[in-house]
């Protein structure tokens, strides 16, 4: 089978990310002594200067790890909840919103990027602060090339970031923003990051001890206290076309901190797959898989119209549980062990037949009614969804949905393995802060003003995020990492890749350059909060016949262009001690590199 690029093979070790040069600066990493945790740690970093448009300090970022040392995996949450002041009350009562906006200050949640890779460097990396950050300061303080969606992001919002985001406009409109594969320097963010460097080495000690006191500079120093200022002084527009004020303070900074938990896992097929719990929407996956295990994947075409159509329905099941039933387990029981269960998904598994389903339907685990109102959701996707700055990173004012998210899997040569995927305080989501250099996220939009739903809004509740990083074990030892951007689409592309390499013997480069899919049948997490029934976009590669069969099967289906669906990256460790790449072609810049 052609491939786009070679499945990267060698021993030593290998690094898979959304981008060429953060690829590089974790593989320069593994080279100079430093293990798969630095290499993640540092490749993050540099992602956040040359992604800006995908992801940046203020952002999120779940991980997923597997450490030899200690022979488990941990999932590391960098996704931070909503500070103290965002409550129901303030939003819907005092502000008069009926929905959470999608971009400006007041969706804010803590931002948590920063917490996750310092808390994985810390307990699990060998290298400090100041050559981790090294690399991204580099690029930071000289240029980074930008690649031409930075730009065309960047003129999708200019006319917010010149008529009201105007320290925005100062950095991203500087001598006319940066030129697609021009270089472009953020020296204010190279600023931050280096005195971060200077007070944690101040601080003398062991390395574990400068990692701590980088993260007090972030969480309870200079950067959160500028965070703090910036959100109770500034008015910004968002999507409501109103302006509001954050309620992000310094305090909410300082009382959190990065968690560390045990997988969600699911068994299928002889394999384990370990994602994260409800606060994501990674059980979504778990789901897909525990539906299509009662079907013959093996004997299903993996480019014909029979596995899209089982995935697709499959996966309008999973998804319309996850709106009903996820949130934050720490403020909402989740009957996840019922939604897992064999007996569940046998009767769920039941309601998939030849023909596609306009219905929302989820499901009654362990007898619970869901409240979900998927009408408002059709009509909102029709009345909202041309707002300036919303929606999906890279989602154009009509809801063409791009590349979003960025993504970065390491395997080193004693095995360990790591999955991120850092997101958010994308430079379109707020007003920059100039002190920083960089903005805040807005992940708070996924909440329901109605606390009293699973994902509704409570203060020091994670939103329900759509982050969702991957890692398998094959017969009980790590095997896989990997992931993609794509907001709603990750767990639709990673279950598709991982299926085709279990059922159809496909190597990574294989599964993540065949056509691909995706659906919009369900309640999308971003605001506007909108729904399609039964829309179905397949990759423009598909034969026509394909199309064809899916639109006689009833669904609403409609052709994408030819490399448009997929953002996958992924390392794997063989028994023989191969280790195993590759990354996706499209967009032109994710890479595999390793030896």
Request: aromatic content about 8%.
């Amino acid at each position: 089978m052609f491939t786009t690029r070679p499945e990267i093979i060698g021993t030593f070790g290998a690094v898979a990310s959304t981008h060429w040069l953060a690829s590089q600066v974790g593989m320069a990493v593994l080279e100079r002594g430093g293990n798969a945790f630095d290499a993640a740690a540092a490749a993050g970093f540099t992602l956040q200067i040359v992604e800006p448009h995908l992801n940046g300090p203020g952002g999120d970022c779940p991980i997923i790890l597997h450490s030899a040392r200690i022979g488990t995996q941990q999932v590391i949450c960098g996704q931070g909840p909503a500070p103290a002041g965002l409550t129901v009350a303030h939003v819907k009562d005092h502000l008069g919103l009926d929905i959470m906006p999608g971009t400006g200050l007041l969706a804010t949640p803590i931002p948590g990027a920063f917490d996750a890779w310092m808390l994985m460097l810390r307990d699990h990396g060998t290298w400090g602060v100041r050559d981790v950050l090294a690399y991204a300061i580099g690029y930071a303080r000289h240029g980074a090339p930008m690649v031409p969606r930075v730009r065309a992001t960047i003129e999708s919002v200019r006319p917010l970031f010149e008529s009201e985001w105007r320290t925005s406009a100062a950095l991203w409109l500087r001598d006319g923003g940066p030129e697609p594969n021009g270089l472009y320097a953020n020296p204010t963010l190279a600023d931050t990051y280096e005195r971060v460097v200077r007070e944690a080495e101040a601080t003398g000690g062991s390395r574990e001890k400068q990692v701590d006191a980088a993260r007090a500079a972030w969480y309870r120093g200079f950067v959160a206290e500028a965070i703090g200022r910036f959100a109770a002084r500034t008015e910004a527009m968002d999507t409501s076309g109103q302006r509001h004020r954050g309620v992000l303070t310094a305090d909410d900074m300082a009382r959190w901190s990065a968690g560390i938990e045990a997988p969600t896992t699911l068994d299928y097929h002889g394999h384990t797959v370990l994602k994260c719990g409800p606060w994501s929407q990674g059980p979504a996956m778990l789901q897909t898989l525990a539906l299509m295990a009662g079907f013959d994947v093996g004997a299903m075409d993996p480019v014909g119209a029979d596995f899209i159509h089982h995935v697709i329905e499959a996966q309008k099941l999973a998804f319309a549980d996850r709106e009903a039933f996820y949130g934050d387990p720490d403020f909402t029981d989740v009957p996840m062990a019922t939604l897992l269960s064999p007996a569940y998904n046998d009767a769920r598994r039941a309601l998939i037949t030849d023909r596609a389903s306009l219905d929302f339907r989820p499901g009654s685990p362990d007898g619970r009614a869901p409240r979900t109102d998927y009408a408002a959701a059709i009509r909102r996707a029709q009345d909202l969804a041309g707002a300036m700055g919303s929606g999906e990173p890279t989602v154009s004012r009509l809801g063409a949905a791009g590349g979003d998210t960025c993504h970065v899997d390491v395997i080193d040569k004693d095995g360990n393995m790591v999955s991120a995927t850092p997101s958010a305080g994308w430079l379109q989501s707020s007003p920059a802060i100039p002190e920083l250099g960089f903005c805040l996220g807005s992940r708070c939009q996924m909440f329901w003003l109605d606390e009293t739903l699973p994902n509704g809004l409570k203060p020091g509740k994670r939103p329900r995020t759509t982050l969702s990083p991957s890692m398998v074990l094959r017969d009980g030892k790590p095997w896989m990492s990997f992931g993609t951007p794509g907001g709603e689409q990750q767990d639709q592309w990673q279950p598709i890749m991982l299926m085709r390499m279990i059922h159809h013997g496909l190597n990574i480069q294989q599964a993540i350059d065949l056509p691909s899919f995706h659906s919009e049948h369900w309640i999308s997490s971003f605001w506007p909060r909108g729904a399609k029934p039964g829309k179905v976009v397949i990759e423009g590669r598909y034969a026509p016949e394909v199309l064809a069969d899916l639109t006689a099967r009833g669904h609403v289906a409609e052709m994408g262009g030819e490399w448009s669906e997929g953002r996958l990256t992924g390392a794997r460790r063989e028994p023989d001690g191969t280790i195993r790449a590759g990354a996706n072609p499209r967009g032109m810049q994710g890479y595999a590199v390793g030896r």
